[in-house]
């Protein structure tokens, strides 16, 4: 399913994150930036040990005390299809009455920000939070299209960006959100 958002693509698929070609795919990594489950698992597992030691080399170097979340670094990607992988940090879901849905928009803001001074031109993006961070599905899928959509209309350097939805359900829940926030009505 794919949207215009002015000159870009906004596209959405069913598929595993670490298949992905695109200039960079990116990770829901938690501020250590040493691993975990879910996308930030897969993502080093198949992507191989490259990965890891540039991450232990941000921390030393720029995040001793880990990266802070909404914030994005970039490495390589290793072994993956993609050029780089851009780690970035959601909030844990907390009722939603701290800061959660600020700190997402920044999430997906600061990946996308990183990717374009990198004169990457396509991301693809998980569904950021919504696994163990437990970020309600559907109240994240409007934060995620509305960053998206708000930051293709704002600068054009970036030509495509896709969500990669693991499930039937998460895709289905943000094509009704892309359907709502995207299509002219
Ligand atoms: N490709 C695409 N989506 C996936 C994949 C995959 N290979 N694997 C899981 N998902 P999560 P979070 C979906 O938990 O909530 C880690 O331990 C998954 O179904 O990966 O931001 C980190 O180290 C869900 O819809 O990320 C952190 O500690 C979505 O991706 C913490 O989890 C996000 O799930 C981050 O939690």
């Given at each position: 399913?794919?949207?215009k958002?002015g000159?870009?693509t ?11 070609e ?8 938690n501020?250590?930036?040493?691993g ?5 698992g ?12 540039e ?17 994005a670094?970039?490495?390589?990607g ?9 780690h970035?940090?959601?909030?844990i879901w ?6 959660e ?6 999430a ?29 599905t559907?109240?994240?899928s409007?934060v995620a ?29 943000y ?7 995207l299509?002219?009505?």
């Open positions: 399913m794919e949207f958002v000159n870009a906004l596209q959405l698929i069913k598929s595993d994150i670490t298949d992905i695109a200039d960079a795919i990116v990770n829901a990594a501020s250590t930036l040493l975990g489950g879910g996308v930030d897969a993502v080093h597992t198949k992507g191989g040990p490259k990965i890891l030691q991450c232990k080399r941000i921390r030393d170097n720029e995040w001793p005390d880990g990266l802070p979340t909404g914030n670094v970039i490495t390589s290793g072994n993956l299809k993609a050029k780089y992988v851009i970035t940090v959601g909030p907390r009722g939603g009455v701290h800061e849905a600020k700190l997402l928009r920044r997906y803001w600061n990946s996308l920000k990183l990717a374009a001074a990198k004169g990457l031109k396509s991301v693809a993006f998980p569904s950021i939070s919504t696994g163990a961070y437990g970020y309600p559907e109240e994240a409007r299209v509305a960053a998206v959509k708000d930051y293709l209309r704002a600068e054009d350097r970036i030509e495509r960006v896709t969500f990669v939805l693991f499930s039937q359900r998460d895709f289905d829940i094509a009704q959100t892309a359907k709502e926030q299509m002219p009505t």
